[in-house]
T-cell receptor, first 114, second 113 residues
Framework: AQSVTQPDIHITVSEGASLELRCNYS??????LFWYVQSPGQGLQLLLK??????LVQGIKGFEAEFKRSQSSFNLRKPSVHWSDAAEYFCAVGAEQAGTALIFGKGTTLSVSS | DSGVTQTPKHLITATGQRVTLRCSPR?????VYWYQQSLDQGLQFLIQYYNGEERAKGNILERFSAQQFPDLHSELNLSSLELGDSALYFC????????????FGPGTRLLVL
């Protein structure tokens, strides 16, 4: 069955430092991969997505992610974190076997220290 | 603003009661998805409708049901509510049926007392 693992429950990063959030997926075919961000009390906002093509994808707010098939990973990165990036981040995979529903990881909470 | 609207924003009710959550998809989107977000289960897919027809089912309880109307808005009905049904319920929409970007609404926070 498809699954998504986000190994880090909580990460704290200093403002201005770089960020990498890890995501590993289990999926038989070529996956459709997404990163969403959820600010407190808010809905989920799409940061970026990978369907095919270039394995390095750019998203909004300066985020990027790299699809590595050999490692079954889709890690999210940002070169310089801002205090406003503090939120919960979810990696998701599009699951063909469940219609077109998304399977989400448990999320990683990002705190930004000054 | 994703363009997906959900009402109400908050809902407080008692065990055994029945509630209805409403979702209006983005203009032009034919698919509507319902997800439940809880602390212990995380974000879980409940059900999907496409152009009025049920398309896929996830971990949806028998006490829960949904429908999508001709104007494409959707309602999620939760009945015989239990304390464990307290959660954030999200609606998402997308253009078609295939794996594609889903746009999420702000959610309805349900508290069952």
């Amino acid at each position: 069955a498809q699954s998504v693992t986000q190994p880090d429950i909580h990460i704290t990063v200093s403002e201005g430092a770089s960020l990498e959030l890890r995501c590993n997926y289990s999926y038989g075919a070529t996956p459709y991969l997404f990163w969403y961000v959820q600010s407190p009390g808010q809905g989920l906002q799409l940061l970026l997505k990978y369907f095919s093509g270039d394995t390095l994808v750019q998203g909004i707010k300066g985020f990027e992610a790299e699809f590595k098939r050999s490692q079954s990973s889709f890690n999210l990165r940002k070169p310089s974190v801002h205090w406003s990036d503090a939120a919960e981040y979810f990696c998701a995979v599009g699951a063909e076997q469940a219609g077109t529903a998304l399977i989400f990881g448990k999320g990683t909470t990002l705190s930004v220290s000054s | 603003d994703s363009g997906v609207t959900q009402t109400p924003k908050h809902l407080i009710t008692a065990t055994g009661q029945r509630v209805t959550l409403r979702c209006s998809p983005r203009s032009g989107d034919l698919s509507v998805y319902w997800y439940q977000q809880s602390l212990d289960q995380g974000l879980q897919f409940l059900i999907q409708y496409y152009n009025g027809e049920e398309r896929a089912k996830g971990n949806i309880l028998e006490r829960f049901s949904a429908q999508q109307f001709p104007d494409l808005h959707s309602e999620l009905n939760l009945s015989s509510l239990e304390l464990g049904d307290s959660a954030l319920y999200f609606c998402a929409s997308s253009v078609g049926q295939g794996p594609e970007t889903q746009y999420f609404g702000p959610g309805t926070r349900l508290l069952v007392l």
